[in-house]
């Protein structure tokens, strides 16, 4: 996954590299002064969750690490569930292997800092998510803002004890339009820094998200061509990718 601090990423350049690099680094953005991002591929394995801990604490801080991959390996379990549900719901069993198999987590920690004013200011630009399914957690400030279908944006309250999972594009794509992702955004005001956490199931490079055809006929034709999540990033960091925003897949490969 790869955040809005890299605008106009494409595969080659170095920063495309350092997008690939397994520990993702720190993330900060002069277009999003109030956002700062760190971010490990393949979080819920040992060795990435202490090489992920080591950028933060060079010395060592054995409890996060474990605490970072307890908590990535919970949440894919949570992801998986929820995935299985998906895919029990319309019927299509056969494929669930295939479809848990073709990604990997993310886990993104995210600070957001108090832009020192009551008036609400951007923390993260509003966008829907390119991968599968994102589950986050925010802790008791508040600034996730979700839109709704009719355009309404809808405030997610904190609450300690409870997640938000988000339907990405690719989730959107693979269900041939069933599933919706939601547009969102944070906004903050006040001086507190608001801290929140990202697991992101992402589609490997490789592997190219196709609807099922038990999903495909006339009543929903299928709206997307065959795609590399991969590919479809590089297309969405470019400046046509961008402006297409929400619509990027369909400017991507919708049919
Ligand atoms: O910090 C949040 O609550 C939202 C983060 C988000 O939307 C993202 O990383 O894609
Ligand atoms: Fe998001």
Sequence with gaps: MIDFS????????????????????????????LYESFGVDEAPTPEKAKAFTDQLWPQGNENFS??????SEQLSEL???????????YGIEKYLEEHLDSTYYLLRVMKYKGP????????????????????????QIEGLGVQTKDGEWIDVKPSQDSFVAMV???????????????????????NKSRYSAGLFSVPREGYMIKAPEELVDEEH??????????????FYYTEAGLKAQAKALKLFCGV
């Design 6 to 33: 890299t605008p106009g990423l494409k595969p080659g350049t170095p920063e495309w590299t350092s997008v690939k690099t397994q520990v993702q680094s720190l993330r900060t953005n002069p277009k999003v002064p």
């Design 66 to 71: 474990k605490i970072v991959q307890s908590y």
């Design 79 to 89: 992801d998986q569930t929820i995935r299985r549900m998906i895919v029990e719901s």
């Design 116 to 139: 020192q004013t009551d008036s609400k200011k951007p923390g993260l630009p509003g966008h829907t998510d390119k991968n599968m399914l994102t589950i986050l957690y925010q802790d």
């Design 168 to 190: 990405g594009d690719s989730l959107h794509a693979w269900t041939n339009g069933r599933l919706h992702p939601p547009y969102h955004r944070v906004l903050m005001r006040g």
């Design 221 to 234: 034709p299928l709206l997307f061509k065959p795609f590399d999540h991969v590919e479809f990033l590089g």
